[in-house]
């Protein structure tokens, strides 16, 4: 009886570790593997190369899809003749032609000065409305305040084509029909809605404790206005105008409208009269035109390239 005994101790021994075995062998093989270091770092470098392979994709296609009108319109003026269709995008013979008939034989160089004076006047009153009308509607408070920035957007909402029958009337009343005073009025009061919301906006995310400080040294709300906060309001001041003045400097149906005499033409209107023939267009002279028209917008962007993404970067972070 005792060895039978001792025989069913030593077997249940032996299965109990067996037991014990075939768990833990269960329990190791269960556990998650865990993947190496380099094997997580490549999987890494893989995903940032692939990344950065689409992005160089998107931006060559973005960037070569907006060079690619330019150039080819700037391949165009070079042609001769007055085709604007050819067989291969660059011209077999390059000729001047077109630019010298359009510097000796059109009102070129008036219509330009004529779109920049629009572009400036307009743009230089545009921004003195906007900023007066956000500071009044940021820091003071008057009954309809509320009411007064939704009506800037309702009328900021409204096409161009809904008033131009009203702006005609309002400017024959006035006498200001086929003058260039008319147009800069009409450019720079009917674009500033938008810009009043902005630079509303960018104002209120200007601490007051800077207007309360400054009163408290007797300043009143013009050196507070001037001394304060106009420095800081500069960058996007001058992005606005830049903006005001690439719109203004395109303007086409309005002055077509407003205006009748060739002298007062801005480059638009001007450039649609001299290339318009009695039976076709001569698009070569056109793109010769828009190459040179171009120029001055050029000029002003690269002259206020620091100040306009200065004002872009600070209206997308606190406007």
Known sequence: MRRRSGKRDLWSGIAGAWGEAVVDERAIVS??????PSRARTARVRSASLSLWLTRLVLIAVTGGSLLPTLYILAISFKGGESLYTSTLIPQTFTLENYSRLLNESK????VRNSLILGIGAGILSLLCATFGGYA????????????ILLLF???MLPSTVSIVAIFRMLHLAGLINKLEGLILVFGLGTSA??????KNYLDSIPRELDESAQVDGADHWQVFWQILFPLLQPMLVAQFIFHFIGVYNEYLTAT?????????PLGVGLRAYVSGAYQTNWTAFCAASVLGSLPILAIFFLAQRLLVEGLTRGALKG
């Open 31 to 36: 556990l998650p593997k865990v993947s190496s």
């Open 194 to 199: 938008l810009s009043v919301w902005l630079l």
């Open 154 to 156: 309702i009328v900021q």
């Open 137 to 148: 509607f940021s820091r003071f408070h008057f009954r309809g305040r509320r009411h007064g």
């Open 257 to 265: 409208i407003v205006l009748s005499d060739p002298d007062l033409y």
């Open 108 to 111: 070129f160089s008036l219509w």
